[in-house]
């Protein structure tokens, strides 16, 4: 692909935006949170937390040891089997460099720094900085209980990965490790995911096989299910208006020639994932399979929402014109058909599947039937949340104030950072503070919009309730980062302090905790005195994780810091304290 000026403008100016708003003096330290935002959606306090690079440290305060080529570790235990993504960042700030090859200086760190973490030589601790190497620590730590999957991503705003023989050397020396994958993220790949189009409006006809329709009306809704050709779901959906509306096609080749418009998907609670999901590698394989004719029976079907459907009822395979659709249920499973059929089109001749449809303007009934119909994968989105109405009435209620609550990620991107609240965000604090769930508003953030929204979000939540917890967590993530800055500079005990990286849900949890018991009330009028009680809480957990070690030390077992904030331990050994053992740590 030839550079182009425009794209490298497009991430540029993105970089530098996120550069004034963290005051950064480098534009490759925003590239870090531009970049990890862009592939795993990750929050501020995530991607910091997740940084190692020495350069970055640096910039917080001189350090010793080195990155070795890792800039950052990002772990993923919403599988059975833990993820841990190591990340090497270039970034340049000139057009002219990105007509570069991805330097070929790093391999040898990468590899050099893999062979010493699997071999689990204490050595390599004098190689790494601090944080670097509590990292280390995690990772051997989950050694001890299963066989993790690696991901390095090489990450860059260049148009050229390694060169040839550098990458096939790199790729031969990651590949003897089974359970290692590369993965390649360039300027190209970067202005795909930044790149959101304004919804467009799918209007496409649709022909029902034979007289297998059925339809009912209900108030502000009504429904249509019937059997259609699964080519013809394919053909509704791809990104050529003309062939979404021609049902009468002869040559399904021609679909080939064109990707799904993802538009279609605007209202689906899901995002395919093409790599990740059984499921969508068992659709596949049964519409490849010597058993694709019994495909209709081995799947849900899809739903479709639609401003307006309409059909001649007296003839035989009627044809449907339907304006505006939106396919709410069955993203995955058009995805997976699609690649199929791409594959092998022989297959479809003779395949069909059940086709919901519903006309309906109630937007919260859209919502509903979306929600309700997606029952194959866990639903683990915040948007199909975003036009909830407490969603909505805390965005209003903020607007008041002159805040901008956003119900959907970035969405008041051109706003000054200081005056934005993320959505994802406030259902952590709010859990973590609220609910007494720190473990789970750290480690489970899927859950805030699925199993637990109610919980989460009721209607005891107001501007206030979220403000106060939103303002706290901000200002423990401030002494986080100069408690961090003073350990790199060796300032302070490692061993004593570095558990802030790890506790900032956890102090959240007992601030609130310690305000109740002084009897202050949890208003935002009273966040400067509930902040009063942050010694006091570190004090607290101080003493919890002594606990711990002591308790592992009889059983001859070796204390994590990560380990013990994640599965909720110092809520245990908070719980085992008397009132006059905690009164001590409430005396100013």
């Known amino acids: 692909m030839n550079p182009s000026l425009q794209d490298f403008s497009t991430i540029n100016t993105h970089v530098e935006r996120l550069k004034k708003d963290f005051n950064f003096e480098d534009s490759s330290n925003s590239f870090y949170f531009l970049a990890l935002d862009l592939l795993f959606g990750l929050q501020d306090d995530e991607i910091r937390d997740a940084i190692t690079d020495q350069h970055f440290l640096n910039t917080i305060g001189e350090t010793s040891g080195k990155d070795r080529g890792i800039d950052a570790v990002l772990f993923d235990e919403s599988t059975d089997t833990t993820e841990i993504h190591l990340f090497n960042f270039k970034y340049s700030g000139s057009f002219e460099k990105t007509k570069s090859n991805f330097p070929s200086g790093e391999i040898d760190k990468i590899i050099g720094f893999v062979n010493d973490l699997l071999s689990q030589e204490e050595s390599i601790r004098d190689t790494l900085n601090p944080i670097l190497y509590s990292k280390v620590e995690e990772i051997w730590k989950i050694f001890e209980s299963q066989n993790p999957i690696f991901h390095v991503h090489l990450c860059s705003n260049l148009y050229e990965g390694l060169e040839g023989q550098e990458k096939s050397r790199f790729e031969k020396s990651i590949s003897r490790h089974s359970n290692f994958h590369v993965h390649y993220h360039l300027i190209t790949d970067f202005i795909e995911l930044l790149t959101r189009k304004g919804k467009q409006i799918i209007d496409a006809k649709i022909r029902a096989i034979d007289k297998k329709f059925f339809e009912k009306s209900d108030g502000d809704i009504r429904a249509l299910v019937t059997n259609v050709d699964i080519r013809d779901v394919l053909r509704i959906v791809i990104n050529n208006e003309e062939l979404r509306n021609k049902p009468d096609i002869e040559d399904y080749e021609l679909l ?11 209202d689906n609670v899901r995002v395919y994932l093409k790599q990740r999901s059984k499921i969508n590698r068992n659709i596949k394989k049964t519409a490849l399979s010597d058993e694709s004719h019994r495909f209709f029976y081995y799947n849900n079907g899809i739903t479709l929402t639609c401003d307006s459907f309409s059909y001649p009822k007296t003839q035989r395979s009627p044809i449907i014109e339907l304006k505006n659709l939106q396919v709410v249920n069955g993203s995955q499973t058009i995805h997976a058909l699609h690649e199929a059929f791409v594959e092998n089109s022989d297959k479809f001749d003779d395949l069909d599947i059940l086709c919901r449809i519903y006309q309906t ?17 866990p639903v683990q989105s915040r948007d199909i949340r975003s036009i909830d109405y407490i969603q909505q009435k805390l965005e209003h209620e903020f607007s008041a104030i002159d805040l901008f609550y956003e119900r959907k990620k970035n969405q ?46 009721n209607d005891s939540i107001t501007a206030d309730k979220v403000l106060l917890a939103y303002r706290l967590f901000e200002k423990i993530e401030v002494e986080k980062n100069a408690t961090k800055e003073k350990l790199i500079k060796g300032v302070d005990d490692f061993e004593k302090s570095s558990y802030v990286s790890y506790a900032s849900y956890w102090v959240l949890f007992f601030l609130a905790e310690f305000a109740n018991k002084k009897g202050v009330s949890l208003t935002y009028s009273n966040l400067g005195q509930v902040w009063n009680l942050y010694p006091n809480v570190l ?16 059983k001859d077992e070796k204390y994590s810091h990560s380990l013990f904030f994640k599965y909720g331990k110092p809520k245990k050994h908070y719980e085992d304290l008397t009132e006059e053992d905690i009164s001590q740590f409430l005396i100013e």
């Open 539 to 554: 004090l607290l957990i101080e003493s919890l994780i002594e606990k711990e070690r002591e308790f592992l030390k009889k």
């Open 361 to 377: 303007e109630n937007t919260k009934l859209t919502v509903k039937i979306a929600e309700y119909t997606n029952s194959q994968n």
């Open 412 to 457: 008041y991107y051109d706003r000054p950072k200081s005056k934005r609240l993320d959505a994802e965000k406030t259902g952590q604090v709010l859990m973590a503070m609220y609910n007494k769930q720190p473990s789970e508003a750290k480690n489970q953030k899927r859950i805030i919009f699925a199993e637990r929204y109610e919980d989460i979000f």
């Open 256 to 266: 080939k020639q064109h990707e799904i418009q993802e538009d279609s998907f605007e």
